[in-house]
Every structure is written in structure tokens, then in C-alpha cells.
Nanobody, 124 residues
Framework: QVQLVESGGGLVQAGDSLRLTCAAS???????MGWFRQAPGKEREFVAA????????NYADSVKGRFTISRDNAKNTVYLQMNSLKPEDTAVYYC??????????????????WGQGTQVTVSS
């Protein structure tokens, strides 16, 4: 069983930055860590992912150039640095993990374990 705990959400103004943190209880080298978000009335959507092994990354087009995902293997922790935040980034942000399997996973159903989520609100 893998436990994930997110932190770092909050209320910010458009153009501000936030860093989200996801602490994992265990790390498997062939796993990928993903960040998703869900706004009210919308489906959960992929934001970014990173492999524990090697650190390669994948991003949704909507956040490329503004968000950066990184990891600290020694701490079993993944970060999501969010810059130039926009009101449309407002959502509950979740981290999740799954076996990599040779391709990037961007659908929520492909991830096995989830955190409880952290709210990010961006005011205009």
C-alpha cells in the first residue's frame, strides 16, 4: 500500500507562484508520479508526471513553460512548482502513482494510488 500526502496549496493572485509537495510512503524505481487537478464541475485532468528512475518528465500543454515537476528520491517526495498562475488553474490538485509500463500515463484510471488533494485558488 502506498500513501501519498499533498501539501502547499493556498489562495494566490494571478501571476503568483506556488509549490506543491507530495510525500510518498514508499518509492518503487519503475513507478511514475503524476499530478492531476479537478476544478468544480469538471473532470480530473492530467497536469504533469515524472519517473522516479531517471527523472524524465511529461506535461499537459496547458501548463508547459509555467509548471515544473521535480523529485527528491532521498525524501520520496515530488514537487510541482507552479509559476505565472492563472485563474483557470484553480482546482484541487492531486498526486498519484502507478507503474510506468513503458509509456506516459495521462488518464486518472491508469493510476493506482492517490493523495487526498490540496486546494489551489487563483484570484484575478
Amino acid at each position: 500500500q502506498v500513501q501519498l500526502v499533498e501539501s502547499g496549496g493556498g489562495l494566490v493572485q494571478a501571476g503568483d507562484s506556488l509549490r506543491l509537495t507530495c510525500a510518498a510512503s514508499v518509492r518503487f524505481s519503475n513507478y511514475v508520479m503524476g499530478w492531476f487537478r479537478q476544478a468544480p464541475g469538471k473532470e480530473r485532468e492530467f497536469v504533469a508526471a515524472i519517473r522516479w528512475s531517471g527523472g524524465s518528465t511529461n506535461y499537459a500543454d496547458s501548463v508547459k513553460g509555467r509548471f515544473t515537476i521535480s523529485r527528491d528520491n532521498a525524501k520520496n517526495t515530488v514537487y510541482l512548482q507552479m509559476n505565472s498562475l492563472k485563474p483557470e488553474d484553480t482546482a484541487v490538485y492531486y498526486c498519484a502513482t502507478a507503474s510506468f509500463g513503458g509509456r506516459w500515463l495521462v488518464q486518472p484510471r491508469e493510476y493506482n494510488y492517490w493523495g487526498q488533494g490540496t486546494q489551489v485558488t487563483v484570484s484575478s
